[in-house]
């Protein structure tokens, strides 16, 4: 039987099966399977939002974009894999393809591919380039601008770093 909620539109096989929140769009293969009072949520694309449950006002567009991320709120992830293996995490933007495929922290700005891809605790960073800020895992207040600028970077915080490659080997 079709589910019944109110301002919900699903589309593709166990697209939001259990969900009575309102305002969500899910389209795609399971996309937002898991949902249930989740509300004002957009996921597009299969296994997108697949394990969120209660979190509300995120969009998660592309192939398992979001696909783990059970209760993080406010987020924007772009691209196949983006913030896909994240459980939580609020208020992110994630563009790319597995851009910030991990993270669990909340307020970064992580655009280009694998931006940020080995981020788990880390917040408040800003990664714009492919592969910048790839290593941090949770180092916090970072700001790398170029592709793989501080790509080698662990956990340093409130570094900032502008230019291709920028620190790559300090």
Same mark, same amino acid.
């Given at each position: 039987?079709?589910?019944?909620?109110?301002? *919900?539109?699903?589309?593709?096989?166990?697209?939001?099966?259990?969900?009575?929140?309102?305002?969500?769009?899910?389209?795609?293969?399971?996309?937002?399977?898991?949902?249930?009072?989740?509300?004002? =949520?957009? *996921?597009?694309?299969?296994?997108?939002?697949?394990?969120? %449950?209660?979190?509300?006002?995120?969009?998660?567009?592309?192939?398992?974009? /979001?696909?783990?991320? %059970?209760?993080?709120?406010?987020?924007?992830?772009?691209?196949?894999?983006?913030?896909?293996?994240?459980?939580?995490?609020?208020?992110?933007?994630?563009?790319?393809?597995?851009?910030?495929?991990?993270?669990?922290?909340? =307020?970064?700005?992580?655009?280009?591919? *694998?931006?940020?891809?080995?981020?788990?605790?880390?917040?408040?960073?800003?990664?714009? /380039?492919?592969?910048?800020?790839?290593?941090?895992?949770?180092?916090?207040?970072?700001? *790398?601008?170029?592709?793989?600028?501080?790509?080698?970077?662990?956990?340093?915080?409130?570094?900032?770093?502008?230019?291709?490659?920028?620190?790559? =080997?300090?």
């Amino acid at each position: 039987l079709p589910v019944v909620a109110s301002q *919900f539109v699903s589309y593709g096989l166990l697209a939001g099966p259990n969900n009575v929140g309102t305002g969500n769009t899910f389209v795609g293969n399971s996309a937002g399977l898991a949902n249930i009072t989740g509300g004002s =949520n957009t *996921f597009l694309g299969n296994n997108a939002g697949a394990a969120n %449950v209660t979190s509300a006002n995120n969009t998660y567009v592309g192939t398992s974009a /979001g696909a783990a991320n %059970v209760n993080g709120q406010q987020n924007v992830y772009i691209g196949r894999l983006a913030g896909g293996n994240g459980t939580t995490g609020s208020d992110n933007i994630l563009i790319g393809n597995g851009a910030g495929i991990g993270n669990t922290a909340n =307020n970064n700005v992580m655009i280009g591919s *694998f931006a940020g891809n080995g981020n788990s605790t880390g917040g408040g960073n800003t990664f714009l /380039g492919t592969q910048s800020g790839a290593a941090t895992s949770t180092g916090g207040q970072n700001t *790398f601008i170029g592709t793989s600028a501080g790509s080698t970077n662990a956990t340093g915080t409130q570094n900032t770093l502008v230019g291709n490659g920028a620190a790559v =080997n300090a």
